[in-house]
C-alpha cells in the first residue's frame, strides 16, 4: 500500500540499495518500520501544532518563552531533515519536491526560517496540520475506502445539479440583500450590498450571528421568510447526494455491481435484473441467467 505522494509510484521508487529500504521506511505503510514512521510523525505534528497554539496564548506563551521556542526548532529540525531524505530517497526529486505533499512539506520547515526576519511568519507553522492527510491510513481507514469511493461518485453524479441549486441561492442572497440594503439602510447597520448579502447567507443558513439584525417591521417579515427558506436550503444539496448514494448502491451488492439487461430492440440499457419488459418499447427482455456477471 503505498502512501499516494506521486501519480505513479513505480517511476520513483528506487531499485535496492538503501534508497529503496529508506523509500519503504517513508512512503509504504505496509511494513512495522513504515507505520511506525508514520506514527511518530503524526505524533511530532500534533505535538509541534499544539506548542504553536499553546505559545499564542499570553499566560503560557510569556512564561515559557525558552521551552517553546526551543521545542519548535527541535521540531523544524526534525521536519527539515525528514525533507531532504524524502528528496534523497525518490528517483525523481522535483517530481516529489513540485507534489501536493512535497509544497506542504516545504511549507512546514520555511515558517521558522522566515520567523528570523519576519517575527510574524510565525503563525504560519500551523499549516503542519495539512501533513496528516498523508498518513491517515494508518488509522486503519482502508476499510472504508468503497464507501469514500461511493460517495465520491454520488458527488460526482450530482454536481450539475448542486451547482445549479448553488447558482439559485447566490441569486436569491443578491436579491434579498439588496432589497434589505434598501429597506433597512445603513442606520439599521445594512451599510452596503456587499454587508446586506453576509447577513443574508448568516440568515439564510440559520446561524445568525446577531452583529446585524433588522429594526423595521418590513424588514423582520423579510428576516423571516428568509430563515424559513434556510430549512429548505439545508435540506435539497443534502437529498440530492442521498438520492444519487442511493441509486447507486441499488446497483451494487456488497461493493459488486448487479448485472443489468439491455433491451435488443431498441438498444435500451440499465434495467434491473427483475425487470420482465423493456419500460422504452415494451419488448421482452433477456433471461437474466443469460447475462454474464460483470468483474
Not at 525558552?66 to 521545542?71: D, E, G, H, T, V
Not at 526534525?78 to 505533499?101: D, G, H
Not at 439487461?261 to 415494451?282: D, K, L, M, N, V
Request: hydrophobic share 45%.
Amino acid at each position: 500500500m503505498n502512501r499516494g505522494s506521486f501519480p505513479d509510484s513505480a517511476l520513483d521508487k528506487p531499485e535496492g540499495g538503501w534508497r529503496e529500504k529508506l523509500y519503504i521506511i517513508i512512503f509504504e505503510a505496509d511494513t512495522t518500520a513504515g507505520r511506525r514512521f508514520d506514527q511518530i510523525l503524526i505524533a511530532t505534528i500534533l505535538l509541534s501544532v499544539a506548542v504553536v497554539i499553546l505559545d499564542s496564548i499570553k499566560p503560557y506563551g510569556g512564561r515559557l518563552e525558552l521551552p517553546f521556542a526551543s521545542l519548535e526548532w527541535l521540531f523544524t529540525v526534525i521536519f527539515t531533515t525528514e525533507y531532504v531524505l524524502r528528496l534523497l530517497c525518490v528517483r525523481r526529486p522535483m517530481a516529489y519536491a513540485t507534489s501536493f505533499f512535497g509544497i506542504i512539506d516545504l511549507l512546514s520547515t520555511l515558517p521558522a526560517y522566515l520567523a528570523l526576519l519576519v517575527p510574524e511568519a510565525h503563525a504560519l507553522i500551523d499549516v503542519r496540520i495539512l501533513r496528516l492527510l498523508r498518513v491517515f491510513r494508518i488509522f486503519k481507514l482502508t476499510g472504508y475506502v468503497a464507501e469514500y469511493t461511493s460517495l465520491g461518485r454520488a458527488l460526482t453524479a450530482s454536481r450539475r445539479k448542486i451547482l445549479v441549486f448553488l447558482s439559485f441561492v447566490l441569486m436569491v442572497v443578491l436579491v434579498m440583500g439588496s432589497l434589505m440594503y434598501v429597506v433597512e439602510g445603513p442606520q439599521h447597520g445594512f451599510t452596503s450590498i456587499p454587508t446586506s448579502m453576509y447577513w443574508a447567507v448568516t440568515t439564510m443558513t440559520t446561524v445568525g450571528f446577531g452583529d446585524i439584525t433588522p429594526r423595521t417591521d418590513l424588514g423582520r417579515f423579510i428576516s423571516s421568510l428568509m430563515m424559513l427558506l434556510g430549512w429548505g436550503v439545508l435540506a435539497v444539496p443534502t437529498g440530492i447526494v442521498t438520492a444519487e448514494m442511493t441509486a447507486q448502491r441499488q446497483q451494487t451488492t456488497n461493493g459488486v455491481p448487479v448485472p443489468t439487461r439491455t433491451c435488443q430492440p431498441c438498444s435500451t440499457e440499465g434495467h434491473p435484473i427483475y425487470a420482465s419488459f423493456c419500460w422504452r418499447c415494451g419488448a421482452a427482455l433477456p433471461d437474466p441467467m443469460d447475462i454474464p456477471p460483470k468483474t
